[in-house]
C-alpha cells in the first residue's frame, strides 16, 4: 500500500519547536519532490514549504512561505525514506493541521526554487497547535 504518514504534531507554547516527519511506505521518496501543506480551520489549504527531488552541487532546492521563512526547515534522508520539517519560534497563527504530499512537478524562476501546489494525494495529516 502506497502511503503517506505525518507525524510529530502537538500541544505547544509560542516560542517552542517541533519537528514533523513524512515517512513514506510502499514507495521511495527518493527523486521526489515533497512539499509540505497545512490548513487552519476555516482557511484554505496553504503550501508552508517544499524540497527538490534531487540534490545539486549546494544541495537540495527548497522553498520557503513568507510566513514561516527564519523559522521552519525543511530536510531529506532518504536513507529513512522521511522528509522532515523542522518548526521552530512557533506562533499561535501557525497552528493547523500539516500535511506532506508528492510534488508532480517542480519549478525553477530565475534559479530559485519555488513551491507548487500540484500534488499527488497527501496524508491524514498531524495536528500542530500553539497557543500563546
Known amino acids: 500500500q502506497v502511503q503517506l504518514v505525518e507525524s510529530g504534531g502537538g500541544s505547544v507554547q509560542a516560542g517552542d519547536s517541533l519537528r514533523l516527519s513524512c515517512a513514506a511506505s510502499?514507495?521511495?521518496?527518493?527523486?521526489?519532490?515533497i512539499g509540505w501543506f497545512r490548513q487552519a480551520p476555516g482557511k484554505e489549504l496553504e503550501g508552508v514549504s517544499c524540497?527538490?527531488?534531487?540534490?545539486?552541487?549546494?544541495?537540495?532546492?527548497?522553498a520557503y512561505a513568507d510566513s514561516v521563512k527564519g523559522r521552519f526547515t525543511i530536510s531529506r534522508d532518504n536513507a529513512k525514506n522521511t522528509v522532515y520539517l523542522q518548526l521552530n519560534n512557533l506562533k499561535p497563527e501557525d497552528t493547523a493541521v500539516y500535511y506532506c504530499?508528492?510534488?508532480?512537478?517542480?519549478?525553477?524562476?530565475?534559479?530559485?526554487?519555488?513551491?507548487?501546489?500540484?500534488?499527488?494525494?497527501r496524508g491524514q495529516g498531524t495536528q500542530v497547535t500553539v497557543s500563546s
Open positions: 504530499a508528492v510534488l508532480r512537478s517542480q519549478k525553477w524562476i530565475r534559479n530559485s526554487y519555488v513551491c507548487v501546489d500540484d500534488f499527488d494525494s
Open positions: 510502499g514507495f521511495s521518496l527518493d527523486h521526489s519532490a
Open positions: 524540497i527538490s527531488s534531487i540534490a545539486g552541487s549546494t544541495g537540495y532546492s527548497t
